[in-house]
């Protein structure tokens, strides 16, 4: 029992030395720090919205050859010349039939800051199908730091079924 009595006066005297420390303890001192200050600051933020390229023209719109090859090329420009347009390549552009990214060999600039997209039967691996006729339609998007242009620009190649020649169409994006 003596152990007992000996732990219970050693917990009350550690309760009593923590009160008569905590009293003991100096009060909280005032300071002069006041936030009162009347400074403002303001600025502004401009978000860019990328647009996509724009189709200025199409230097071939022909049936697919028998054996393969061109059979459409696009001629596209950046919508303006100012930044981030101004440091942009052809690399910036993201081509797609549905869900399928395609690479098409791209030339250019020419001087007037031109592009020009060579699409080939092999880049649309059956997507023609055969020459009896065909419906394709060719999404380009720009593409800059990670982030990809909400508007599309589309160019509609159509060749009707067994004659007739085909045509391009396209439809700018903002």
């Not at 009595?5 to 030395?17: D, I, M, T, W």
């Not at 552009?93 to 080939?120: C, E, F, L, M």
């Not at 394709?136 to 020649?165: C, H, K, Q």
Request: proline share 7%; aromatic share 6%; hydrophobic share 45%.
């Amino acid at each position: 029992m003596t152990g007992r009595r000996g732990r219970r006066v050693l917990a009350g005297v550690a309760g009593a030395a923590l009160l008569l420390g905590i009293g003991m303890a100096p009060s909280a001192q005032m300071s002069e720090a006041a936030f009162t200050d009347s400074d403002h600051a303001r600025t502004t933020i401009t978000a860019l919205r990328l647009a996509p390229p724009q189709i200025t023209g199409f230097s071939s719109c022909i049936r697919p050859p028998v054996l393969g090859g061109s059979f459409m090329k696009i001629v596209f420009q950046w919508p303006n010349a100012a930044a981030p347009y101004s440091t942009m390549t052809s690399a910036n552009v993201q081509w797609r039939v549905g869900t399928t990214v395609i690479a098409p060999v791209v030339t250019g600039p020419d001087a007037q800051g031109r592009y020009t997209a060579d699409i080939t039967t092999g880049l649309l691996s059956g997507l023609l199908g055969s020459l009896l006729g065909a419906d394709v339609i060719l999404e380009m998007r720009t593409t800059y730091s990670g982030w990809i242009s909400p508007g599309v620009t589309t160019a509609t190649y159509n060749a009707p079924l067994i004659a007739g020649a085909p045509t391009c169409t396209p439809a700018n994006g903002v």
